[in-house]
């Protein structure tokens, strides 16, 4: 989450410099190298590209692809704090399709952690829709999309490897974003160029840590840490651009975070508990 919360005040702080189709073009081309040197690292390049679920995967990466284009141009009219309070929303679509689509089990401490969460969300957006904004649209929109895609990532890894899911995400955003990217390209700048691969390592790391985790764990088991990405972005919001939170966000954030240690502390409880 600190990865991502990084990449995104780079890219807010860059996109009305170079398009939405450019920053994910340069972002996906990295993001191919790296994911390209890791499964030849592990299993090989040939092995890892075979996929027993092609299809998943293209439609999974291809989700991933439009759900950045949401919340890039949401950066470019909405602070960052107000677009992840917005965003932070995914946790609830998560818990509530891993049950119908994972089979998963989702206890009761969880839906409630998860549902306490989304209250503190409530309350840092709360003062936002007193006067409609449409640019709320987009963080919503990228939310649903969020939280589809870690479910198709789990999906995914009951028949493919992390590095086969890496590479079809890196390789599907490549072809994507090229057509458009390409087309519109601006030349960068020296720190134009920096600050791109700046944010494409970020966006690397990110997507590397989340897709391991969901190979590891259940996605509503890992939801509430996504609430962290709050915290960050509020603090980054203050440091790069100003925007000093209000004091909706700061509570709405604290019950955030604290439902997020709370599952945590109930989950370990709980597996510590649990039988062999």
Request: glycine share 10%.
């Amino acid at each position: 989450m600190l990865c991502f919360a990084s990449m995104d005040a780079i890219t807010k702080y860059i996109v009305h410099d170079y398009g939405v189709a450019q920053v994910l073009f340069v972002r996906s081309v990295i993001f191919l190298g790296l994911a390209a040197l890791l499964a030849h690292r592990t299993q090989g390049l040939r092995r890892a590209l075979r996929s027993r679920r092609p299809w998943l995967q293209f439609w999974r990466a291809a989700l991933a692809v439009l759900e950045s284009c949401m919340f890039v141009l949401a950066f470019r009219y909405l602070p960052l704090a107000d677009t992840h309070a917005v965003g932070s929303s995914s946790p609830l679509i998560v818990v509530a399709l891993s049950a119908p689509m994972l089979g998963e089990k989702v206890g009761l401490d969880r839906w409630a952690a998860v549902l306490v969460g989304f209250a503190g969300v409530l309350l840092i957006i709360r003062p936002g829709f007193a006067s409609p904004n449409w640019a709320l649209l987009l963080p919503l929109a990228g939310a649903a999309m969020w939280g589809l895609y870690q479910i198709l990532i789990r999906l995914c890894g009951r028949t493919d490897s992390s590095e086969t899911t890496l590479l079809w995400s890196a390789g599907v955003a490549l072809l994507l974003t090229m057509f458009a990217g390409l087309p519109t390209w601006n030349p960068p700048s020296g720190l134009g160029w920096t600050l791109l691969i700046a944010i494409s390592l970020l966006g690397s790391l990110g997507y590397l840590a989340l897709t391991f985790a969901l190979d590891a764990a259940e996605a509503a088991a890992i939801q509430p840490y996504s609430y962290t990405l709050l915290l960050w972005v509020s603090v980054l919001g203050v440091l790069v651009f100003g925007d000093i939170p209000d004091g909706w966000t700061i509570a709405g954030g604290a019950i955030v975070v604290a439902s997020g240690l709370f599952a945590w502390w109930r989950e370990r409880l709980a597996n510590s508990v649990a039988p062999g």
